[in-house]
């Protein structure tokens, strides 16, 4: 793959291995290995629409293309939703207390 004039430099995202296309850690694939790659123009604002969808879904932008074309599962888990963290500080605050209040109320069941 190239452009007029331009050098192909391998993937358009760096060189990193992408998350959709994990090495299997040795293991055989049942697929076949992606190898191709697919490019194609968009505008700015398209490329970030096309990102923050991705994110949104807690997915590579790869694995959203793929889903939207039908070649994948539909993912398995719901993606984590984001918390602000002062409520999770909150959350586990209250954890802390009913915790304490269980074990004292434990204790007092143990000396009756």
Known sequence: MSYAGAVDTGPC???QAS???PTGGGKP???APLTETFVFRCTAAEK???RAKAEA???PAATLLREALGLTDA???KPAPRVDPAQ???V?????VIERQLARILEEARQC
Request: glycine fraction near 8%; aromatic fraction near 4%; charge should be positive.
């Open 13 to 15: 995202e760096g060189w």
């Open 19 to 21: 998350p959709s296309n």
């Open 29 to 31: 694939h049942a697929k």
């Open 48 to 50: 970030a629409e096309l």
């Open 57 to 59: 879904a807690g997915v």
């Open 75 to 77: 993912r398995r888990r």
């Open 88 to 90: 999770v500080l909150a």
């Open 92 to 96: 586990a605050r209250q954890l802390v």
